[in-house]
């Protein structure tokens, strides 16, 4: 499969929220993922599934959702890596907030109902992040020095980002750096003075014990 193509079933209906679920060659982990955004409370979403050239079957498995609801969306190309997965999700969103769902984490059933009635609350936050579930090992390498371990409480976590789709675009997405791109990108927030809102409610679910999880390979590189 070399060209980009994608099936979609999506209504005519601006939805509140774009989430976006990047995957590569993790079929047996996505569905995990895919189920607990099919089971929140909050319906008022598109799922746009970005396929980085995967070559076991999550076509077959994203094919599944597509036909079964009608608003998830499948996008293949070939492999680009995390953050123009990202960024190609970001230009098929039609939402009103952009968010992410790693393919090997998860959604409590709430997650995006809080979210949703706080930006309700607060309509002039640009961008919110936090409230995370660490599964595993809670230290993950710095960016500025990657021999050197930190604790995830003082990272931002892309999967809790939500952002304005309109902010989204105006950032230009993520920049093409292969670790620190949710860093990256929320800096740039911070220096264009958007409006940054923090929650912490722990409903999105971080497992950190994927072996082929990028911070584990970096980790695994130091100890050789």
């Given at each position: 499969?070399?060209?980009?193509?994608?099936?979609?079933?999506?209504?005519?209906?601006?939805?509140?929220?774009?989430?976006?679920?990047?995957?590569?060659?993790?079929?047996?982990?996505?569905?995990?993922?895919?189920?607990?955004?099919?089971?929140?409370?909050?319906?008022?979403?598109?799922?746009?599934?970005?396929?980085?050239?995967?070559?076991?079957?999550?076509?077959?498995?994203?094919?599944?959702?597509?036909?079964?609801?009608?608003?998830?969306?499948?996008?293949?190309?070939?492999?680009?890596?995390q953050s123009l997965s990202r960024n190609t999700g970001i230009l098929a969103s039609s939402g009103i907030y952009i968010t992410f769902l790693d393919s090997d984490d998860?959604?409590?059933?709430?997650?995006?109902?809080?979210?949703?009635?706080?930006?309700?609350?607060?309509?002039?936050?640009?961008?919110?992040?936090?409230?995370?579930?660490?599964?595993?090992?809670?230290?993950?390498?710095?960016?500025?020095?990657?021999?050197?371990?930190?604790?995830?409480?003082?990272?931002?976590?892309?999967?809790?980002?939500?952002?304005?789709?309109?902010?989204?675009?105006?950032?230009?997405?993520?920049?093409?750096?292969?670790?620190?791109?949710?860093?990256?990108?929320?800096?740039?927030?911070?220096?264009?003075?958007?409006?940054?809102?923090?929650?912490?409610?722990?409903?999105?679910?971080?497992?950190?014990?994927?072996?082929?999880?990028?911070?584990?390979?970096?980790?695994?590189?130091?100890?050789?």
């Amino acid at each position: 499969m070399k060209n980009k193509f994608m099936i979609a079933t999506q209504a005519n209906k601006i939805p509140f929220f774009s989430v976006i679920v990047c995957t590569y060659n993790r079929e047996l982990l996505l569905k995990r993922a895919l189920d607990s955004l099919g089971k929140q409370s909050e319906s008022d979403w598109e799922c746009i599934i970005v396929d980085d050239g995967s070559s076991d079957n999550t076509f077959e498995l994203c094919k599944y959702y597509v036909e079964q609801y009608p608003n998830f969306k499948y996008i293949f190309h070939q492999n680009r890596g995390q953050s123009l997965s990202r960024n190609t999700g970001i230009l098929a969103s039609s939402g009103i907030y952009i968010t992410f769902l790693d393919s090997d984490d998860e959604y409590e059933e709430d997650h995006l109902l809080i979210r949703k009635d706080c930006l309700i609350q607060n309509p002039d936050v640009d961008f919110v992040h936090g409230g995370v579930k660490i599964i595993g090992n809670e230290f993950v390498p710095d960016i500025n020095n990657p021999n050197k371990l930190i604790h995830l409480k003082d990272c931002v976590i892309g999967g809790t980002f939500f952002i304005k789709n309109s902010v989204a675009i105006e950032l230009n997405g993520f920049e093409n750096i292969k670790y620190g791109d949710d860093a990256n990108f929320y800096e740039k927030v911070k220096d264009n003075d958007y409006q940054i809102g923090v929650i912490d409610y722990p409903t999105y679910i971080y497992y950190r014990d994927t072996p082929d999880s990028l911070c584990n390979q970096i980790i695994e590189l130091q100890k050789q």
